[in-house]
């Protein structure tokens, strides 16, 4: 049975920085694209960041240069640090996985597999 678990959200204040990360079970890192996504009261659901398979990242433009999403193999484990944080970048996120080779899918509906959403919430 595959198991999402994310943890590290919070509030903070513009400018500031919080690291989110995701425990995965069932599944293997090594094997699977994992991405970030988040969604905001009133909108859809986004894909800021994701990793193949293979290490290579991607990200929204909205966080490039800001968010950094990277992956633990051996312990099969997701981490986004996310600096320069912004009101704007106020959402639940959501890690998921995608049994996928190659580039990562972006949209949602690709993803099979969903952690339970952690809150980050970017006061001005």
């Known amino acids: 049975q595959v198991q999402l678990v994310e943890s590290g959200g919070g509030s903070v204040q513009a400018g500031g920085s919080l690291r989110l990360s995701c425990a995965a079970s069932?599944?293997?890192?090594?094997?699977?694209?994992v991405g970030w996504f988040r969604q905001a009261p009133g909108k859809q659901r986004e894909a800021v960041a994701s990793?193949?398979?293979?290490?290579?990242?991607n990200y929204a433009d909205s966080v490039k240069g800001r968010f950094t999403a990277s992956k633990n193999n051996a312990k099969n484990t997701l981490s986004l640090q996310m600096n320069s944080l912004r009101p704007e970048d106020s959402a639940m996120y959501y890690c998921?996985?995608?049994?996928?080779?190659?580039?990562?899918?972006?949209?949602?509906?690709?993803?099979?597999?969903w952690g339970q959403g952690t809150q980050v919430t970017v006061s001005s």
């Open positions: 998921a996985a995608a049994w996928v080779w190659g580039v990562c899918p972006v949209k949602p509906g690709d993803f099979r597999y």
């Open positions: 069932g599944l293997t890192t090594t094997t699977y694209c």
């Open positions: 990793i193949s398979s293979a290490g290579n990242t």
